[in-house]
């Protein structure tokens, strides 16, 4: 029997296993041939880079900077800008190979190609039924992704499913410049964007029920040279994240940013978090004490979460009209960018 079983070799489970393995007899269980493979645009703040061991962030990882964010709305635009470098544009797949074999090295067991088909949970293990075997677990870490079987076991699942959608443009693009529309005739509920990646663009666009062909027609795409695709649904809402003897981290447990998608640096604070009460769990030998997990990562990413949920309702319920008043009193506001943090922006703006 493992000490811990984790299913999905993503960020926060790679990183996860690493802070555990060692003392303890881990296993991760991904469903896909190799780490990587996973939609995302890689734009993070630096919180991220200082928290990847040193072995992770060596040349490969980050492959653009940006220091300037402008929001479209209706003609008119919102500029943040940071002294320092504002966001990492990084390469998801380098991140996740990485973090996987820094979790192999510190002694986790890494199996490719098992996918988990359910998990049943009693007094003393979890059984978790792949489709080529079983397994047996005294803690089981479910980092497997909005789509989450682990999170399907305890009863868990997004209030949301959004649609994610990313399209690659064969152009070098070295702005320091992210861009943002919130055009409602065309997303309701999210928005579009254009982050330079320097050696090639990339065109994106998240929110309920959106299709490449919405994004094709906003960008007008047929004159670009499309060199790739990817599409990943977005989980929001807040959920419970712990039962017994399963844990969930990451869009498995909706830590994800209701304002952007993003959900790396959040599934790695929480994975931290879990690393500690999971040592803590074993080293006691009793299971009581996975709440002390949900505990940790709500005091530190609920209070945005929840803001940035409400600010979504708020956003999706304006009118054009309603929409126009509030760009009106937002432009007599001042807009410091270096007093804001992009991973906690509605924390920051209440703590200076």
Not at 74 to 97: C, G, H, P, T, W
Not at 119 to 129: F, G, N, T, W
Not at 221 to 226: A, I, L
């Amino acid at each position: 029997m493992h000490d811990l079983a984790i299913i999905g070799a993503g960020p926060a489970g790679s990183y996860l296993a690493g802070l555990c393995a060692g003392n303890r007899n881990v296993l991760v269980l991904e469903e896909h041939p190799e780490p990587g493979g996973k939609a995302c645009s890689g734009l993070v703040s630096s919180r991220l880079i200082k928290l990847l061991p040193v072995e992770i962030k060596k040349k490969g990882l980050i492959e653009h900077t940006v220091k300037r964010a402008v929001m479209h709305f209706m003609n008119r635009q919102f500029e943040f800008k940071k002294r320092e470098s504002a966001a990492y544009v990084i390469d998801r797949d380098v991140l996740d190979r990485r973090l996987a074999a820094y979790a192999e090295s510190a002694g986790a067991e890494m199996r490719y190609r098992e996918k988990v088909l359910s998990l049943a949970q009693d007094k003393e293990k979890v059984r978790l039924k792949t489709a080529r075997r079983r397994f047996e677990a005294k803690i089981v870490a479910g980092c497997d992704g909005a789509r989450s079987v682990a999170a399907k076991s305890i009863g868990s699942k997004p209030a949301e499913l959004l649609n994610g959608l990313i399209m690659y443009i064969d152009k070098q693009d070295y702005s320091d410049t992210v861009e943002m529309w919130f055009d409602k005739s065309l997303v309701k509920d999210g928005f579009f964007w254009r982050i330079p990646r320097g050696k090639n663009t990339e065109l994106g666009c998240m929110g309920y029920g959106l299709s490449f062909a919405i994004l094709e027609r906003f960008f007008d795409t047929v004159k670009m040279k499309v060199s790739g695709r990817a599409a990943a649904p977005v989980p929001l809402g807040i959920t419970p994240t712990f039962d017994n003897r399963i844990l969930l981290v990451g869009d498995a447990a909706c830590q994800v940013k209701p304002w952007s998608g993003g959900g790396i640096t959040y599934g790695m604070l929480s994975a931290s978090y879990a690393a500690e009460v999971i040592s803590n769990v074993l080293k006691r030998g009793g299971f009581t004490g996975l709440s002390a997990y949900e505990e940790m990562w709500k005091k530190r990413l609920l209070k945005d979460i929840k803001a940035g949920l409400i600010a979504r309702e708020f956003y999706k319920d304006l009118d054009l009209k309603g929409l126009s008043s509030v760009i009106e009193k937002a432009e007599s506001m001042k807009h410091d960018g270096d007093k804001i943090d992009f991973d906690f922006p509605f924390s920051s703006m209440f703590t200076g």
